[in-house]
Protein backbone atom coordinates (compact mmCIF):
# COMPACT_ATOMS: atom_id res chain seq x y z
CA UNK A 1 0.00 0.00 0.00
CA UNK A 2 0.82 3.49 -0.48
CA UNK A 3 -0.34 6.72 1.13
CA UNK A 4 -1.29 9.66 -1.20
CA UNK A 5 -4.42 12.41 -1.25
CA UNK A 6 -7.35 11.51 -3.74
CA UNK A 7 -9.64 14.19 -5.04
CA UNK A 8 -12.97 13.68 -4.52
CA UNK A 9 -14.75 16.64 -6.16
CA UNK A 10 -12.97 19.73 -4.11
CA UNK A 11 -12.22 18.04 -1.25
CA UNK A 12 -8.89 16.18 -0.73
CA UNK A 13 -8.99 13.26 1.02
CA UNK A 14 -6.22 11.04 2.71
CA UNK A 15 -6.16 7.69 1.57
CA UNK A 16 -4.18 4.73 1.32
CA UNK A 17 -4.04 3.63 -2.17
CA UNK A 18 -5.09 0.02 -1.79
CA UNK A 19 -3.18 -1.70 -5.48
CA UNK A 20 -3.84 -4.84 -4.19
CA UNK A 21 -7.88 -4.43 -4.41
CA UNK A 22 -8.05 -2.76 -7.70
CA UNK A 23 -6.96 -3.78 -11.04
CA UNK A 24 -5.03 -1.96 -13.75
CA UNK A 25 -6.89 -0.25 -16.05
CA UNK A 26 -7.84 -2.55 -19.15
CA UNK A 27 -7.57 -1.23 -22.53
CA UNK A 28 -10.49 0.17 -24.67
CA UNK A 29 -12.51 -2.31 -26.40
CA UNK A 30 -13.11 -2.31 -30.05
CA UNK A 31 -16.67 -0.67 -30.89
CA UNK A 32 -18.62 -2.74 -32.46
CA UNK A 33 -22.32 -0.86 -31.83
CA UNK A 34 -23.20 2.03 -30.16
CA UNK A 35 -24.74 1.62 -26.56
CA UNK A 36 -26.85 3.39 -24.77
CA UNK A 37 -26.98 1.79 -21.00
CA UNK A 38 -30.46 2.70 -18.86
CA UNK A 39 -29.29 1.53 -15.87
CA UNK A 40 -25.56 2.57 -14.01
CA UNK A 41 -25.18 4.01 -11.08
CA UNK A 42 -23.23 7.06 -9.45
CA UNK A 43 -21.35 6.82 -6.23
CA UNK A 44 -22.35 10.27 -4.42
CA UNK A 45 -19.00 11.56 -3.29
CA UNK A 46 -18.26 13.34 0.37
CA UNK A 47 -18.23 16.77 -0.50
CA UNK A 48 -21.70 15.83 -2.97
CA UNK A 49 -23.94 18.72 -0.47
CA UNK A 50 -21.64 21.26 0.44
CA UNK A 51 -22.54 24.69 0.08
CA UNK A 52 -26.20 23.03 -1.27
CA UNK A 53 -28.18 23.84 1.75
CA UNK A 54 -29.24 26.80 3.29
CA UNK A 55 -27.31 27.69 6.21
CA UNK A 56 -30.29 26.28 9.16
CA UNK A 57 -29.97 22.64 6.95
CA UNK A 58 -26.08 22.55 6.50
CA UNK A 59 -25.44 21.35 10.16
CA UNK A 60 -28.08 18.21 8.95
CA UNK A 61 -26.96 17.39 5.91
CA UNK A 62 -25.38 13.96 4.91
CA UNK A 63 -22.13 13.60 5.63
CA UNK A 64 -19.24 11.13 5.48
CA UNK A 65 -18.03 9.69 8.68
CA UNK A 66 -15.60 6.36 9.67
CA UNK A 67 -16.10 3.97 12.05
CA UNK A 68 -14.20 2.25 14.56
CA UNK A 69 -12.61 0.42 11.42
CA UNK A 70 -11.75 2.80 9.54
CA UNK A 71 -15.07 1.83 7.03
CA UNK A 72 -16.47 5.22 5.19
CA UNK A 73 -19.88 5.26 6.16
CA UNK A 74 -22.63 7.51 5.37
CA UNK A 75 -24.76 9.48 8.21
CA UNK A 76 -27.83 11.32 7.93
CA UNK A 77 -30.69 11.88 10.78
CA UNK A 78 -29.37 9.33 12.55
CA UNK A 79 -28.80 6.21 10.63
CA UNK A 80 -25.43 5.46 8.83
CA UNK A 81 -25.89 4.09 5.51
CA UNK A 82 -23.01 1.95 3.85
CA UNK A 83 -21.61 1.85 0.63
CA UNK A 84 -21.02 -1.90 0.41
CA UNK A 85 -18.97 -3.67 -2.06
CA UNK A 86 -21.35 -5.32 -4.25
CA UNK A 87 -22.00 -1.49 -4.95
CA UNK A 88 -19.29 -0.36 -6.52
CA UNK A 89 -16.67 -3.84 -7.90
CA UNK A 90 -16.33 -2.42 -11.31
CA UNK A 91 -11.82 -2.94 -11.93
CA UNK A 92 -11.57 -4.47 -8.77
CA UNK A 93 -9.84 -7.90 -7.95
CA UNK A 94 -12.51 -10.96 -8.00
CA UNK A 95 -11.00 -12.15 -4.53
CA UNK A 96 -11.74 -8.25 -3.08
CA UNK A 97 -15.22 -8.43 -3.66
CA UNK A 98 -16.93 -8.56 -0.35
CA UNK A 99 -20.38 -6.83 0.95
CA UNK A 100 -18.69 -5.15 3.93
CA UNK A 101 -18.57 -1.59 4.24
CA UNK A 102 -15.38 -0.04 1.90
CA UNK A 103 -13.82 3.19 1.25
CA UNK A 104 -13.76 5.64 -1.41
CA UNK A 105 -9.98 5.04 -2.27
CA UNK A 106 -11.00 0.96 -3.01
CA UNK A 107 -13.60 2.05 -5.87
CA UNK A 108 -12.34 3.08 -9.31
CA UNK A 109 -12.83 6.53 -9.28
CA UNK A 110 -15.47 6.54 -12.42
CA UNK A 111 -17.69 5.40 -9.48
CA UNK A 112 -18.36 8.67 -8.02
CA UNK A 113 -15.70 11.24 -10.19
CA UNK A 114 -17.78 12.18 -13.70
CA UNK A 115 -14.28 12.62 -15.57
CA UNK A 116 -13.10 9.07 -14.25
CA UNK A 117 -16.60 7.92 -15.23
CA UNK A 118 -16.42 9.40 -19.08
CA UNK A 119 -13.11 7.35 -19.45
CA UNK A 120 -14.65 4.03 -18.13
CA UNK A 121 -17.13 4.49 -20.54
CA UNK A 122 -15.17 5.42 -23.38
CA UNK A 123 -13.31 1.69 -22.75
CA UNK A 124 -16.56 0.03 -22.76
CA UNK A 125 -18.03 1.78 -25.85
CA UNK A 126 -20.82 3.05 -24.23
CA UNK A 127 -21.97 6.57 -25.81
CA UNK A 128 -24.71 7.61 -22.95
CA UNK A 129 -25.80 6.64 -19.96
CA UNK A 130 -28.81 6.96 -17.19
CA UNK A 131 -26.93 6.92 -13.89
CA UNK A 132 -29.27 5.74 -10.19
CA UNK A 133 -28.80 6.92 -6.69
CA UNK A 134 -26.67 4.59 -4.98
CA UNK A 135 -26.96 4.30 -0.84
CA UNK A 136 -27.31 7.27 0.91
CA UNK A 137 -30.46 8.34 -1.28
CA UNK A 138 -31.49 4.64 -2.00
CA UNK A 139 -32.17 4.06 -5.63
CA UNK A 140 -35.34 6.06 -5.72
CA UNK A 141 -34.56 8.82 -3.21
CA UNK A 142 -36.75 7.23 -0.26
CA UNK A 143 -33.98 8.00 2.14
CA UNK A 144 -34.34 11.79 2.22
CA UNK A 145 -38.24 11.44 1.49
CA UNK A 146 -38.02 9.80 5.19
CA UNK A 147 -36.46 11.88 6.89
CA UNK A 148 -37.82 13.56 10.72
CA UNK A 149 -38.02 17.18 9.39
CA UNK A 150 -39.83 16.86 5.91
CA UNK A 151 -38.16 20.24 4.98
CA UNK A 152 -34.83 19.11 5.78
CA UNK A 153 -35.55 16.08 3.37
CA UNK A 154 -37.03 18.09 0.75
CA UNK A 155 -33.99 20.32 0.73
CA UNK A 156 -31.14 17.41 0.66
CA UNK A 157 -33.54 16.28 -2.68
CA UNK A 158 -33.25 19.22 -4.14
CA UNK A 159 -29.53 19.54 -3.01
CA UNK A 160 -28.80 16.05 -4.60
CA UNK A 161 -30.37 16.83 -7.81
CA UNK A 162 -28.65 20.08 -8.35
CA UNK A 163 -25.25 18.24 -7.91
CA UNK A 164 -26.57 16.12 -10.37
CA UNK A 165 -27.17 19.07 -12.81
CA UNK A 166 -24.29 20.71 -12.18
CA UNK A 167 -21.18 18.11 -11.77
CA UNK A 168 -22.55 15.25 -13.23
CA UNK A 169 -24.40 16.07 -15.98
CA UNK A 170 -23.26 19.43 -17.25
CA UNK A 171 -19.49 18.82 -17.72
CA UNK A 172 -20.85 16.13 -20.57
CA UNK A 173 -24.25 17.25 -21.20
CA UNK A 174 -24.82 14.43 -24.64
CA UNK A 175 -23.29 11.65 -22.25
CA UNK A 176 -25.22 11.10 -19.10
CA UNK A 177 -29.18 11.20 -19.20
CA UNK A 178 -30.22 13.23 -16.13
CA UNK A 179 -32.28 10.58 -13.58
CA UNK A 180 -33.32 12.74 -10.72
CA UNK A 181 -35.11 12.08 -7.69
CA UNK A 182 -38.39 13.36 -6.09
CA UNK A 183 -40.04 14.05 -2.14
CA UNK A 184 -42.26 10.87 -2.10
CA UNK A 185 -43.87 11.56 0.82
CA UNK A 186 -45.97 14.85 -0.31
CA UNK A 187 -46.93 14.44 -3.93
CA UNK A 188 -47.21 18.11 -5.04
CA UNK A 189 -44.03 18.43 -3.48
CA UNK A 190 -42.70 16.14 -5.20
CA UNK A 191 -44.54 16.66 -8.68
CA UNK A 192 -43.16 20.14 -8.38
CA UNK A 193 -39.47 18.77 -7.77
CA UNK A 194 -40.37 16.66 -11.26
CA UNK A 195 -41.50 19.69 -13.31
CA UNK A 196 -38.55 21.74 -12.01
CA UNK A 197 -35.90 19.22 -13.14
CA UNK A 198 -37.85 18.70 -16.50
CA UNK A 199 -37.72 22.20 -17.04
CA UNK A 200 -33.93 22.34 -17.03
CA UNK A 201 -33.81 18.96 -19.11
CA UNK A 202 -33.71 16.41 -16.70
CA UNK A 203 -35.64 13.27 -18.45
CA UNK A 204 -36.16 10.88 -15.94
CA UNK A 205 -36.73 10.28 -12.39
CA UNK A 206 -36.73 7.11 -10.77
CA UNK A 207 -39.98 5.70 -8.31
CA UNK A 208 -39.89 2.73 -5.32
CA UNK A 209 -41.23 0.28 -7.54
CA UNK A 210 -43.85 -1.02 -5.00
CA UNK A 211 -44.06 1.77 -2.47
CA UNK A 212 -46.42 0.13 0.47
CA UNK A 213 -43.17 -1.77 0.85
CA UNK A 214 -41.54 1.42 2.48
CA UNK A 215 -44.24 2.05 4.45
CA UNK A 216 -45.44 4.91 1.42
CA UNK A 217 -49.44 4.79 -0.26
CA UNK A 218 -49.63 2.15 -2.25
CA UNK A 219 -49.98 2.28 -6.41
CA UNK A 220 -54.14 1.83 -6.20
CA UNK A 221 -54.33 5.11 -4.44
CA UNK A 222 -55.05 8.09 -5.86
CA UNK A 223 -51.86 9.52 -3.77
CA UNK A 224 -49.65 8.93 -6.23
CA UNK A 225 -51.77 10.87 -9.53
CA UNK A 226 -49.80 14.86 -8.83
CA UNK A 227 -46.43 12.82 -9.48
CA UNK A 228 -47.52 10.87 -12.80
CA UNK A 229 -49.56 13.74 -13.86
CA UNK A 230 -46.07 15.75 -13.76
CA UNK A 231 -44.32 13.21 -15.41
CA UNK A 232 -46.94 12.54 -18.27
CA UNK A 233 -47.40 16.25 -18.88
CA UNK A 234 -43.24 16.82 -18.58
CA UNK A 235 -42.18 13.46 -20.87
CA UNK A 236 -40.59 12.62 -17.86
CA UNK A 237 -39.97 8.53 -18.04
CA UNK A 238 -40.63 6.74 -14.78
CA UNK A 239 -37.61 4.52 -13.99
CA UNK A 240 -38.47 2.01 -11.64
CA UNK A 241 -34.78 0.00 -10.08
CA UNK A 242 -34.96 -3.59 -8.83
CA UNK A 243 -34.58 -3.41 -5.00
CA UNK A 244 -35.77 -0.02 -4.98
CA UNK A 245 -38.55 -0.80 -2.62
CA UNK A 246 -36.54 -3.62 -0.71
CA UNK A 247 -35.62 -6.98 -1.70
CA UNK A 248 -37.80 -9.90 -2.14
CA UNK A 249 -39.42 -11.71 0.75
CA UNK A 250 -36.49 -14.25 1.73
CA UNK A 251 -36.73 -17.38 4.07
CA UNK A 252 -35.63 -16.93 7.90
CA UNK A 253 -31.72 -17.79 7.18
CA UNK A 254 -28.83 -16.63 8.35
CA UNK A 255 -27.04 -13.01 6.81
CA UNK A 256 -24.47 -13.59 4.78
CA UNK A 257 -23.12 -15.03 0.95
CA UNK A 258 -26.26 -17.29 0.39
CA UNK A 259 -29.27 -14.69 1.49
CA UNK A 260 -27.20 -12.44 -1.35
CA UNK A 261 -26.95 -14.57 -3.55
CA UNK A 262 -30.68 -15.73 -3.05
CA UNK A 263 -31.71 -12.31 -3.24
CA UNK A 264 -30.23 -11.27 -6.44
CA UNK A 265 -31.31 -14.61 -8.31
CA UNK A 266 -34.87 -12.76 -7.24
CA UNK A 267 -34.44 -9.90 -9.48
CA UNK A 268 -36.84 -11.24 -11.91
CA UNK A 269 -39.34 -11.89 -9.76
CA UNK A 270 -39.17 -8.43 -8.50
CA UNK A 271 -39.84 -6.88 -11.45
CA UNK A 272 -42.38 -8.66 -12.47
CA UNK A 273 -43.98 -8.22 -9.30
CA UNK A 274 -43.54 -4.26 -9.99
CA UNK A 275 -44.38 -4.60 -13.12
CA UNK A 276 -47.63 -5.89 -12.92
CA UNK A 277 -48.97 -4.12 -9.83
CA UNK A 278 -48.12 -0.96 -12.42
CA UNK A 279 -50.21 -2.51 -14.51
CA UNK A 280 -52.82 -3.18 -12.81
CA UNK A 281 -52.67 0.11 -10.49
CA UNK A 282 -54.63 1.71 -13.40
CA UNK A 283 -52.20 4.26 -13.25
CA UNK A 284 -51.40 4.33 -16.83
CA UNK A 285 -54.46 3.66 -17.76
CA UNK A 286 -55.51 6.93 -16.37
CA UNK A 287 -52.61 8.42 -17.65
CA UNK A 288 -52.31 6.68 -21.43
CA UNK A 289 -48.99 8.97 -21.54
CA UNK A 290 -46.93 7.88 -19.33
CA UNK A 291 -43.60 5.97 -19.76
CA UNK A 292 -42.50 3.40 -17.50
CA UNK A 293 -38.82 1.87 -17.50
CA UNK A 294 -38.17 -1.17 -15.58
CA UNK A 295 -34.52 -2.17 -14.87
CA UNK A 296 -32.47 -4.64 -13.91
CA UNK A 297 -35.16 -6.86 -13.80
CA UNK A 298 -33.65 -8.74 -17.57
CA UNK A 299 -36.53 -9.42 -20.01
CA UNK A 300 -36.96 -13.52 -19.31
CA UNK A 301 -40.38 -12.94 -17.51
CA UNK A 302 -41.96 -10.20 -19.70
CA UNK A 303 -43.20 -12.98 -22.14
CA UNK A 304 -44.77 -14.89 -19.96
CA UNK A 305 -46.61 -12.21 -18.52
CA UNK A 306 -48.18 -11.64 -21.74
CA UNK A 307 -49.23 -15.06 -21.95
CA UNK A 308 -50.69 -14.47 -18.53
CA UNK A 309 -52.16 -11.67 -19.38
CA UNK A 310 -54.14 -12.60 -23.06
CA UNK A 311 -54.87 -15.87 -20.95
CA UNK A 312 -56.99 -13.83 -18.41
CA UNK A 313 -58.63 -12.18 -20.79
CA UNK A 314 -59.54 -14.77 -23.23
CA UNK A 315 -60.14 -18.10 -21.26
CA UNK A 316 -60.43 -17.41 -17.15
CA UNK A 317 -62.20 -13.92 -17.40
CA UNK A 318 -60.48 -12.17 -15.25
CA UNK A 319 -59.42 -9.76 -17.62
CA UNK A 320 -63.19 -7.85 -16.90
CA UNK A 321 -61.34 -6.58 -13.68
CA UNK A 322 -59.06 -4.39 -15.93
CA UNK A 323 -60.99 -1.16 -16.98
CA UNK A 324 -59.44 0.19 -19.92
CA UNK A 325 -62.47 0.15 -22.64
CA UNK A 326 -61.31 -1.83 -25.45
CA UNK A 327 -57.55 -2.25 -24.51
CA UNK A 328 -56.49 -5.54 -22.87
CA UNK A 329 -53.80 -5.53 -20.21
CA UNK A 330 -51.42 -6.85 -22.59
CA UNK A 331 -52.31 -4.10 -24.95
CA UNK A 332 -51.59 -1.48 -21.97
CA UNK A 333 -48.59 -2.93 -21.37
CA UNK A 334 -47.23 -2.95 -24.47
CA UNK A 335 -47.61 0.54 -24.98
CA UNK A 336 -46.65 2.01 -21.56
CA UNK A 337 -43.74 -0.24 -20.40
CA UNK A 338 -40.08 -0.69 -21.79
CA UNK A 339 -37.42 -3.24 -20.58
CA UNK A 340 -33.76 -3.56 -20.32
CA UNK A 341 -31.27 -6.51 -20.06
CA UNK A 342 -27.95 -7.29 -19.54
CA UNK A 343 -27.87 -9.81 -22.43
CA UNK A 344 -30.30 -12.56 -21.66
CA UNK A 345 -28.95 -15.00 -23.97
CA UNK A 346 -31.38 -17.66 -23.24
CA UNK A 347 -34.68 -15.41 -23.77
CA UNK A 348 -33.42 -12.28 -26.25
CA UNK A 349 -35.35 -14.34 -29.03
CA UNK A 350 -38.56 -14.01 -27.52
CA UNK A 351 -38.05 -9.99 -28.35
CA UNK A 352 -40.46 -10.20 -31.13
CA UNK A 353 -43.38 -11.08 -28.41
CA UNK A 354 -42.35 -8.63 -25.95
CA UNK A 355 -41.83 -5.96 -28.74
CA UNK A 356 -38.55 -5.17 -30.10
CA UNK A 357 -38.79 -1.26 -29.52
CA UNK A 358 -39.24 -1.77 -25.79
CA UNK A 359 -36.44 -3.37 -25.29
CA UNK A 360 -32.93 -1.44 -24.01
CA UNK A 361 -30.00 -2.74 -23.06
CA UNK A 362 -28.00 -1.90 -20.03
CA UNK A 363 -23.97 -2.06 -17.80
CA UNK A 364 -24.83 -1.77 -14.31
CA UNK A 365 -21.65 0.10 -13.71
CA UNK A 366 -20.40 -0.18 -11.17
CA UNK A 367 -21.99 -3.34 -9.94
CA UNK A 368 -21.66 -7.16 -9.09
CA UNK A 369 -23.91 -7.63 -12.41
CA UNK A 370 -22.18 -5.20 -14.34
CA UNK A 371 -20.70 -6.20 -17.72
CA UNK A 372 -18.08 -3.57 -17.70
CA UNK A 373 -15.94 -3.04 -19.77
CA UNK A 374 -16.53 -6.25 -21.96
CA UNK A 375 -20.25 -5.25 -22.59
CA UNK A 376 -19.18 -5.12 -26.29
CA UNK A 377 -18.20 -8.65 -26.06
CA UNK A 378 -21.07 -9.65 -24.23
CA UNK A 379 -23.61 -8.41 -26.95
CA UNK A 380 -21.90 -10.05 -29.81
CA UNK A 381 -21.71 -13.16 -27.86
CA UNK A 382 -25.34 -13.10 -26.90
CA UNK A 383 -26.67 -10.89 -30.12
CA UNK A 384 -24.50 -11.47 -32.30
CA UNK A 385 -27.62 -13.46 -34.79
CA UNK A 386 -29.94 -10.43 -34.21
CA UNK A 387 -30.59 -8.54 -37.72
CA UNK A 388 -28.34 -5.22 -37.31
CA UNK A 389 -31.56 -2.80 -38.03
CA UNK A 390 -32.82 -4.58 -34.67
CA UNK A 391 -29.85 -4.73 -32.81
CA UNK A 392 -29.34 -0.81 -33.85
CA UNK A 393 -32.59 -0.56 -31.78
CA UNK A 394 -31.39 -3.07 -28.95
CA UNK A 395 -28.79 -1.23 -28.34
CA UNK A 396 -29.58 2.63 -28.79
CA UNK A 397 -31.96 3.81 -30.67
CA UNK A 398 -35.01 2.75 -28.50
CA UNK A 399 -33.13 4.83 -25.65
CA UNK A 400 -32.56 7.19 -27.70
CA UNK A 401 -36.05 7.96 -28.31
CA UNK A 402 -37.58 6.93 -24.95
CA UNK A 403 -35.26 9.45 -23.37
CA UNK A 404 -34.81 12.08 -25.97
CA UNK A 405 -31.47 11.66 -26.30
CA UNK A 406 -28.85 12.99 -28.77
CA UNK A 407 -26.87 10.15 -30.88
CA UNK A 408 -23.75 10.63 -32.20
CA UNK A 409 -22.55 11.47 -35.57
CA UNK A 410 -22.34 8.05 -36.62
CA UNK A 411 -23.49 4.82 -35.14
CA UNK A 412 -22.93 1.40 -35.67
CA UNK A 413 -23.16 -1.58 -36.58
Known sequence: MTRGLCTVGVVEVAVEYR??????????RPVEVTIISVDDHLVEPP??????????????????????????LWEFDGGLYTQVGMNAVAGRRPESVSVEPTRFEDMRPGCYDIDARIKDMDING???SLNFPSQIAGFA?????GARDPELGLAVTRAWNDWLFDEWWQPYPDRIIPCGITFLTDPELGAAEIRRNAMRGFRSVTLPERPQRIGL????????????????????VISLHVGSSGQAD?????????MIGLGATLFGQLSLGACAEWLWSGLPVRFPDVKIAMSEGGIGWVAMLLDRLDNIVTR????RYFDAGDMTPADVLRRNFYFCTLDDPSTIDTRERIGIDHIMVEVDYPHGDSTWPDSQKVIRDAWGHIPEGELRMLTHENAARLFRWPLPAVCLP
Do not use: K, N
Open 19 to 28: SDQLLPDPEP
Open 250 to 258: LPDIPPGGT
Open 217 to 236: PHLFADFWDPIIAACEETET
Open 126 to 128: VWA
Open 47 to 72: DMFEGRLAARFSPYQPRVVEDAEGHQ
Open 316 to 319: SGYG
Open 141 to 145: GRVFS
